[in-house]
């Protein structure tokens, strides 16, 4: 059964330092998302992207966020200086076109920042 | 703006029927939907119900909604030490984004 699938499973990183979370979407899948959830409180949307732009995004997703999809598998999120409060763990999730679509969802990555 | 409630703990017994409230706000809600989040592991798609349908029975779950009172729940049946984990309701806009409960920890008492 097709998954959606994300690297690294926990990333440590310092603040101020840049991260890129990945994600490797359902591959006919044509609207990406990601999600957040800080420990104890309520996942977040983030962003949702589709036709290689930014359909829609949160007040959460400001100029340090930016996402991108490279080379037309990968979906990535990248937070260029981290600061403590975006330790959390961060969803992607795909679904395909049609008028019933569920997302799908990936493990998740667990972002520390330290 | 939106907003979905759920109630934090649910503590039942194994065998017996556990039953998860969930109210939401927006009522162009097309979708409500039931995820499970397995510690430390992602979130699982297990059930939805359409705004025009007030029941579906999917084995042992069984979701109930209110579209007057936007009112939603998740019965599961015979409940099991495996069915451990927090539940999520989520509403889904018109947009497509997903607007979240907090979540409700199902505690298993043998």
């Known amino acids: 059964e097709p998954e959606v699938t994300q690297t690294p499973s926990h990333q440590v990183t310092q603040m101020g330092q840049e991260v890129i979370l990945r994600c490797v979407p359902i591959s006919n899948h044509l609207y990406f998302y990601w999600y957040r959830q800080i420990l104890g409180q309520k996942v977040e949307f983030l962003v949702s992207?589709?036709?290689?732009?930014?359909?829609?995004k949160s007040e959460i997703f400001d100029d340090q966020f930016s996402v991108e999809r490279p080379d037309g598998s990968n979906f990535t999120l990248k937070i260029r200086s981290t600061k403590l409060e975006d330790s959390a763990m961060y969803f992607c999730?795909?679904?395909?076109?049609?008028?019933?679509?569920?997302?799908?969802f990936g493990p998740g990555t667990r972002l520390t920042v330290l | 703006g939106e907003d979905v409630e759920q109630s934090l703990f649910l503590s039942v017994r194994e065998g017996d029927s556990s039953v998860i409230n969930c109210t939401y706000t927006d009522s162009s809600s097309t979708y409500l939907y039931w995820y499970k989040q397995e510690p430390g592991a992602g979130l699982q798609l297990l059930t939805y119900i359409f705004s025009n349908m007030d029941m579906k029975q999917d084995q042992r779950l069984t979701v109930l909604l209110n579209k007057k009172d936007k009112h939603l729940s998740l019965r599961i049946a015979d409940t099991q030490t495996g069915d451990s984990a927090i539940y999520f309701c989520a509403a889904r806009r018109e947009n497509y984004q997903l607007i979240w409960g907090a979540g409700t920890k199902l505690i298993i008492k043998p």
């Open positions: 999730a795909s679904r395909g076109a049609g008028a019933y679509n569920e997302q799908f």
């Open positions: 992207f589709y036709n290689n732009e930014i359909s829609e």
